[in-house]
């Protein structure tokens, strides 16, 4: 039986206000593939249901379509995932946002 690499959510979901589409470059962690599909940069704050988070220069949204390659379960950390930039910078999720933002509106 052959098994599909196709990420859970589809790799086309409707815009949202100010985004744009990235090209589709995955990325391998273990078992699991990484695909971005979205961006959105420029972000001055993130509200959520929990709290609100304001950047040291700005924030950047990225919507990624997670897959897993395995037949096994596999768990995906967020705090533990960095972004490369094609320069050679990396950058961290931000732990405030992640705890403060169950559902959040991005201004």
Known sequence: MATSNAPSMPLV????FQEILVPP?????????????RLRCGLDEI???HAESYPHGQFCL???????DD??????????????????G??????DVMYGSQQIWAS
């Open 25 to 37: 470059i995955s990325g391998t962690s273990g078992h699991l593939t990484m695909t971005p599909t």
């Open 62 to 68: 990225v919507r990624v379509a997670i897959s897993n």
């Open 13 to 16: 979901p409707p815009l949202r």
């Open 90 to 95: 990396h950058g961290k999720v931000d732990d």
């Open 47 to 49: 509200v959520g249901t």
């Open 71 to 88: 037949t096994y379960f596999h768990t995906w950390n967020a705090a533990r995932t960095t972004l490369d930039a094609t320069d050679g």
